[in-house]
């Protein structure tokens, strides 16, 4: 059961517009959402984040929005840069049996075309 | 970046045969994390350590077993290799709390043949 679901495998993007990354979630105790990119041959590392009582969060070029009662995840790249083109994973948290549990979605590979 | 080893970066084994994955980190987080990625699942947990020998299941545990008996080491066994666990294995560690900001390795490619 997925319970963090990116819809799109893949995007393209021309350079210097902007990138949408989607992300739905089904588990309304989540309390927190995160972004991780990924290049080939390397281990993710974090982008942004957002607390679920939130529904902005903004770090450059990033922007993170969160629209709880749709239970949806967006993550904007404005303007796309040929640098961005990775795999974006959103992923969320939650507590379960006093532990904190992250989940990952499956992953979006973003390309930039100059 | 985070000094995080994983050992090795490529192996290549028979189904039925033991391995075991290596995760070295120079932080002295406290926890650490073994995860695997495939296509269509993105990362999934398989075990994470709360401090030296002190270990837990994550969702896709079965077939895998995990040791810490130093606060720098991390081990991931499969005890016998099928070819389902075919993937890219990564460990991460995080300092604070549990699975915020993971810090991640660059990743084991596991081929059970």
């Known amino acids: 059961d997925q319970q963090v679901k990116q819809n799109s495998p893949s995007l393209s993007v021309q350079e210097g517009r902007i990138s949408i990354l989607n992300c739905d979630y089904t588990?309304?105790?989540?309390?927190?959402f995160l972004w991780y990119k990924k290049y080939p041959a390397e281990g993710p590392t974090f982008l942004i984040s957002?607390?679920?009582?939130?529904d902005k969060n903004e770090d450059g070029r990033f922007t993170v929005f969160l629209n709880k009662s749709a239970k949806h995840l967006s993550l904007h790249i404005v303007p796309s840069q040929p640098g961005d083109s990775a795999v974006y994973f959103c992923?969320?948290?939650?507590?379960?049996?006093?532990?904190?549990?992250?989940?990952f979605g499956q992953g979006t590979r973003l390309t930039i075309n100059p | 970046d985070a000094g995080i080893t994983q050992s090795p970066r490529h192996k290549v084994t028979e189904t039925g045969t033991p391995v075991t994955l290596r995760c070295h980190q120079t932080?002295?987080?406290?926890?650490m994390y073994w995860y695997r990625q495939d296509p269509g699942h993105g990362l999934r947990l398989i075990h994470y350590?709360?401090?030296?020998?002190?270990?837990d299941k994550g969702e896709v545990s079965d077939g895998y077993s995990v040791s810490r008996s130093k606060t720098e080491d991390f081990l991931l066994t499969l005890e016998s290799a099928t070819s389902s666990q075919t993937s890219v294995y990564f460990c991460?560690?995080?300092?604070?709390?549990?699975?915020?900001?993971?810090?991640f390795g660059s990743g084991t490619q596991l081929s059970v043949l």
């Open positions: 991460a560690i995080s300092e604070i709390r549990a699975n915020e900001k993971l810090f």
């Open positions: 588990n309304s105790m989540f309390d927190y």
């Open positions: 957002i607390s679920s009582i939130k």
């Open positions: 992923a969320a948290i939650f507590n379960s049996g006093g532990a904190q549990k992250l989940v």
């Open positions: 932080e002295n987080h406290r926890y």
């Open positions: 350590s709360y401090g030296v020998k002190d270990t």
